[in-house]
């Protein structure tokens, strides 16, 4: 089973569980950032988990990045905007035959989310999903995960690859 995870991260909590999937998968798995996400590595994937924070109770919007960068003095650090976003990047996915899984991060009070966004486009795109979204939590507005979520992520990545031949 070849499974690959990509994520879109401004401040590395998705970076961080998207690494604590991986590890639950088995290890060498990939993870990958948008801009690494393209050609073999995709068309070889069984399984491909994506991910990504939520932004106004969704996936984060090209508008939204860019107000990121204008208010980056509000932040703890300046946002990572070196990869092109999750958004374009399930743009440009072309038709695949894998299965899918996806999962955010953000509040547990939070509605919305970005990964039914995700797996729609994921869904147009021919992947077949092994469950619903799954989301992991953070502790304030720019991360890091709650205790104990990097575990749960593991466990997750563990049990996903449980569920494929
Ligand atoms: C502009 C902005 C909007 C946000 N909107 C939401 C939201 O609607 N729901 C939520 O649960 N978290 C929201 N958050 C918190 C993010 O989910 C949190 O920053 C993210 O999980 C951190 O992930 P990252 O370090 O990978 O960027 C927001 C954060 C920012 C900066």
Redesign the pocket.
Known sequence: MKAVVV???????????ARAIADGIGEGTPVLTTDEAVGEVLAAADLLVVG???????L?GEQ?RQ??AA?AS??PAP??LAHPSLRSWLAALPPLHARAAAF?????????S?TGFILRVLKQQGLTPVGKGR??L?T??????RAGELEKARRWGEELAGMLP
Not at 7 to 17: D, R
């Open positions: 994520y879109e991260s401004f401040w590395g909590t998705t970076a961080a569980v990504a924070p939520i932004h106004a109770f969704s984060p939204g107000n990121l208010q509000k932040a946002p990572d955010d991060t953000g509040f547990r009070w939070s509605p919305g970005a989301r992991f953070v304030g507005s720019y991360g890091p995960a």
